[in-house]
């Protein structure tokens, strides 16, 4: 009974661990896809966040402005990428996916070019990281208190009004004074900050240096778990702790001796770690509930003359 | 004057590109104009080099192809990558099952397969399970957009994670060799495998391993462009692309064009397993694609989603490919990674320069 609760103590606290830059991401996503701007840039965003902050963190020997400027370099980042999609109707996904090629190659190069080994930062001391209290970093109780603070800026706020107006109906929005573009601009950018701020937590947090790509698709599983989350911020939240949870039995039954099949076989982990990928396909396909987008999601607005 | 005013806007992004990268080697710390020489020079010096370009350019044109085809039917297929890699371990079970695959297992000879055909039959049978395979990937989701309108692109990158997933599954569960470190297949029967190009072309340097793929590469460019703007079926895959509602008004129907662009995008993907599997390495070997399934995007774009612009660019792109190794030895400061930096930056113009050239 003891040896149950603990594999469930660990279990839970590894989710919320591997949740929080799902959490941050997802969020950040939601501003920009309320506004109508398709973001799959979230995994390019974490990195440039996680590159960041790891530098700055090591060179400064202070893991809060570390996070900080991590998360004005995600705005800056999500700028280039609003202008691209925005200003220049660039295709959303075409542009995000450069923008995550974008930085799978720059901070590989920067670090190569300033640390002398390959796509790595140095080592951050572990003094020197996000703190832990209580076994929670402050960078996951950061993340959890975002999602009523999201939540309420969305739904309560003549900003988040403005933000899912210009999402569902921009021309409507547009006849009753909201300036367009400006709300899609700050939709994305916000986008960049929280979705950087999950990326720092990766590399000042979780672990302690940056590595390339070390973001492994957590971007893309933010974006899964915001379509199965049907643009909610709480809902949001609880997405990211199942893919977290689902994560964290993967690594857990990884060689884990109880771990064994009726017939005695070990476990398959890659099954469990496909289940958020195929629970994602299934939603989308409108077998759980229907997932409804945004309905000017991906497209460019252009204001009549 | 058609093909300058195609070529303006890709050239354009080239540029930006290379000035781009310029500025971010200089502020490195590097010399750019000797980096970029070390980029491209040795695809052009040497004969070595030329066809080790070509050898680079294989897997692109393949997924290049993929990624145009379905561009011309306005879908985004960012799935070639799960495509390539399910239709390579098919390519490589279909060797071994049928290809008589003896396996040493701790010292005692293992038959792994259940017959061993002859080349004339088994090269056709392992290219169809790529090719099949590879479709089947890709029609899934397909489907799904055509049935239940569920978007492409999000559907395609949950496939890759899902391909990947399965497919290290049954390679280390069943089809890796015992005590093997290494996360691959046993190899292929001999009679699976393809030739490379030296061993009939006295002009290919013996140890570059261009092989028949890259033949067969250039082949379907040209069965695109035949399929695309001489068929019917092409019309009605393009008129969708152009637009759906005046092709459904037309009698075209949006959902079959979006399968059979898909499963046909699927299939391209899975004929990068081909050259990779019977042609160079001869087993299924987990991470053998270098993110090929999303270089096709670049490479679509560049090639303005053309099958000879497709051509043109993955040759361009395996140049960098290649010229990226040099880089990485050759200069003080600049890793190959500047490779993914141009190719981003180009990914950015091109698509931020689309509206203007329509």
């Known amino acids: ?305 | 004057m058609k093909i300058l005013r195609e070529a303006l806007y890709p050239l354009i992004a080239v540029a930006a590109a290379f000035v781009i990268g310029g500025v971010i080697i200089f502020l490195i710390g590097d010399d750019p104009f000797t980096t970029f020489r070390l980029l491209v020079e040795n695809s052009f010096i040497s004969r070595k080099g030329v066809f080790e370009t070509l050898h680079y350019a294989t897997p692109l044109i393949f997924t290049g192809l993929a990624v145009a085809i379905a561009f011309r039917c306005g879908l985004l297929n960012i799935g070639a990558e799960g495509q390539l890699y399910v239709a390579a371990f098919a390519a490589a079970w279909v060797g071994i099952k049928f290809g008589g695959t003896i396996v040493n297992v701790n010292g005692v000879a293992q038959d792994w397969s259940w017959i061993s055909l002859p080349a004339i039959f088994l090269i056709p049978f392992c290219i169809a399970a790529a090719v099949i395979v590879g479709g089947f990937w890709g029609f899934i989701p397909g489907y799904l957009k055509a049935r239940f309108g569920s978007h492409e692109v999000i559907n395609t990158i949950m496939l890759n994670f899902i391909a990947i997933g399965l497919v290290s599954y049954f390679t280390q569960y069943y089809y890796k060799i015992p005590g093997d470190p290494i996360l691959q297949t046993a190899p292929i029967g001999d009679a699976a495998t393809i030739p490379q190009l030296h061993t009939f072309l006295p002009f290919v340097p013996p140890d570059v391993p261009l092989n028949v793929a890259f033949l067969l590469a250039i082949l379907m460019c040209f069965a695109m462009y035949v399929f695309l703007w001489k068929t019917k079926w092409g019309y009605e895959l393009r008129a969708v692309g152009e637009n759906p509602s005046a092709a459904e008004y037309g009698g075209i129907s949006p959902k079959k064009q979006i399968m059979v662009a898909m499963t046909i995008s699927g299939a391209l993907a899975g004929m990068v397993a081909i050259g990779e599997v019977l042609g160079f390495r001869h087993n299924y070997y987990h991470g053998f694609s270098a993110e090929w399934g999303f270089w096709g995007i670049a490479v679509a774009l560049l090639g303005r989603n053309h099958p000879f612009g497709v051509l043109l660019a993955a040759i361009f792109f395996g140049m960098l490919l290649r010229g990226g190794i040099f880089v990485d030895a050759f200069t003080e400061y600049v890793s190959k990674d500047l490779v993914e930096v141009l190719q981003a930056i180009i990914i950015l113009f091109v698509a931020s320069l689309q509206k203007y050239s329509k």
């Not at chain 1, 925005?86 to 720059?106: P, R, S, T, Y």
């Not at chain 1, 689902?246 to 070990?266: D, N, V």
């Open chain 1, 1 to 305: 009974m003891d040896e149950v609760f603990v594999t469930l103590t660990i279990l839970i606290f590894s989710a919320i661990r591997l949740a929080t830059p799902m959490i941050f991401a997802a969020l950040g996503g939601m501003f920009s896809e309320r506004s109508g701007v398709i973001n799959i840039a979230l995994e390019g965003l974490m990195l440039g966040g996680a590159f960041t902050a790891a530098v700055v963190t090591y060179e400064l020997s202070n893991p809060y402005v570390g996070f900080l400027t991590a998360l004005v370099a995600g705005a800056l980042l999500a700028s280039i990428f609003a202008v691209s999609v925005i200003k220049f109707e660039a295709d959303q996904v075409v542009a995000g996916f450069g923008i995550n090629i974008l930085m799978l190659g720059v901070p590989a190069l920067l670090s190569g070019a300033i640390y002398g080994a390959a796509g790595s930062t140095e080592q951050i001391a572990k003094e020197y990281l996000l703190p832990e209290f209580a076994r929670l970093n402050v960078a996951s109780m950061l993340a959890f208190a975002l999602v009523p603070v999201c939540w309420y800026v969305l739904f309560k706020t003549p900003f988040g009004l403005r933000i899912r107006a210009v999402g569902e109906n921009p021309e409507a929005a547009d006849a009753a004074g909201v300036k367009v573009l400006r709300m899609r601009y700050l939709g994305v950018i916000l986008s960049g900050v929280l979705a950087a701020a999950g990326g720092a937590y990766l590399a000042i947090g979780q672990s302690s240096f940056f590595t390339k790509g070390m973001s492994a698709g957590k971007g893309f599983i933010a974006l899964a778990a915001l379509i199965l989350a049907k643009w909610r911020p709480f809902h949001v939240l609880g997405a990211c702790l199942f893919f977290g949870f689902t994560e964290a039995l993967a690594i857990q039954l990884q060689g884990a001796p109880w771990a064994k099949l009726p017939g005695g076989e070990s476990i398959p982990v890659q099954f469990i770690e496909i289940i958020p990928y195929v629970l994602t396909i299934i939603v989308l396909a409108g077998f759980i509930g229907l997932s409804r987008a945004p309905k000017a999601l991906g497209i460019p607005y252009r204001k009549e003359k």
